[in-house]
T-cell receptor, first 114, second 114 residues
Framework: KNQVEQSPQSLIILEGKNCTLQCNYTVSPFSNLRWYKQDTGRGPVSLTIMTFSENTKSNGRYTATLDADTKQSSLHITASQLSDSASYICVVSLFSGGYNKLIFGAGTRLAVHP | ETGVTQTPRHLVMGMTNKKSLKCEQH?????MYWYKQSAKKPLELMFV???????ENNSVPSRFSPECPNSSHLFLHLHTLQPEDSALYLCASSSGTGVGREQYFGPGTRLTVT
């Protein structure tokens, strides 16, 4: 069964600290993996996308890693800011039935406190 | 941010009401999607339209009826809903449904069924 599991479910950190969010998947055949940020009351916005051959991708203070052998990904946030408070969703793509199908994780809810 | 718009942003309806959700994309995309996001659950794909043709119906109950009059507009007609249908309904669009095509999400409609 195609699944994406994320941990932790929620996380509280202090402003300026770093944190790492985890994603494990059992999706096959794998196409690519994205991390989305979803602010409260808004739609998800893509942060990074990685294909099978990429094992790291950065977007400012966000760095995603991918280990396709162990089917694990992580999102590292450096020097957190209050605006980083949001849900972070790991999404794995597979090409099925003629279109790019997205399998979503349940997300990690991050709260950054001053 | 304004590439995909959704109206209304909030909707409260009784179980016997009929209402419609509207989505409009200004990105020149040809594929549009409806997703349901329930609390603490992954996004669930409901429908996919590509060039106005429905290409995916993810076993959605008939009380949800989609309509795609053109590549820029997508509707979700609602009737005789149940309280468990209360959720955030997200619309997305992409430039095709092939591998690697990023989906851009709207802000969602928060639906409450009473």
């Amino acid at each position: 069964k195609n699944q994406v599991e994320q941990s932790p479910q929620s996380l509280i950190i202090l402003e300026g600290k770093n944190c790492t969010l985890q994603c494990n998947y059992t999706v096959s055949p794998f196409s690519n993996l994205r991390w989305y940020k979803q602010d409260t009351g808004r739609g998800p916005v893509s942060l990074t996308i990685m294909t099978f051959s990429e094992n790291t991708k950065s977007n400012g203070r966000y760095t995603a890693t991918l280990d396709a052998d162990t089917k694990q990904s992580s999102l590292h946030i450096t020097a957190s800011q209050l605006s980083d408070s949001a849900s972070y969703i790991c999404v794995v793509s597979l090409f099925s039935g003629g279109y790019n199908k997205l399998i979503f994780g349940a997300g990690t809810r991050l709260a950054v406190h001053p | 941010e304004t590439g995909v718009t959704q109206t209304p942003r909030h909707l409260v309806m009784g179980m016997t009401n009929k209402k419609s959700l509207k989505c409009e994309q200004h990105l020149g995309h040809n594929a549009m999607y409806w997703y349901k996001q329930s609390a603490k659950k992954p996004l669930e794909l409901m429908f996919v339209y590509n060039f106005k043709e429905q290409t995916e119906n993810n076993s959605v109950p008939s009380r949800f009826s989609p309509e795609c009059p053109n590549s820029s507009h997508l509707f979700l007609h609602l009737h005789t809903l149940q309280p468990e249908d209360s959720a955030l309904y997200l619309c997305a669009s992409s430039s095709g449904t092939g591998v690697g095509r990023e989906q851009y999400f709207g802000p969602g409609t928060r639906l409450t069924v009473t």
